[in-house]
């Protein structure tokens, strides 16, 4: 399989580290080869934090070159734009927006929401990213979670249609 670049964008604090580890974890339980790659910045201090996946055959290095993800996910609006020359031409780009904010019962799970969004067009089965969430989240956040994982997919359907 080609390889898959993927990019998480946001701001410290809104779990875009949590979202890569769901991402790499779901993807290397598919039978995939995964690097994955963080930029910290001033995380501490709620300053932009992204993290590059790349999942697929002859992976080199775990960076995502400018203007080469085939997503971009991104957690924070004021991100969008800055993120925006990390997507290839034809690139999806799940930005929060996708989400209603009324529709989760934790805002702290939108990083979920948009992975669930990101998984209609990633090639990684259900049982994988549901199996990734409960290796990397506490139990008591599981159906929490799963359900905004739920709500992003069926949000991401419904843009598209």
Partial sequence: MKVKNVVIAGLGGQGVLKASDILADAAFRAGFDVKKSELHGMSQRG???SSDVRY???LLSPMVPPGEADVLVV???TQVEINRPTLRAGGVLIGPDVIAPESLKNKKSLNVALLGAASTVLDIAD???IAAMHANLAEK???LNEQAFEIGREAARARAA
């Fill in 75 to 77: 957690l924070e609006e």
């Fill in 56 to 58: 697929g055959e002859g």
């Fill in 47 to 49: 300053g932009s934090v």
């Fill in 141 to 143: 956040l599981h159906t």
């Fill in 127 to 129: 049982e994988h990213w």
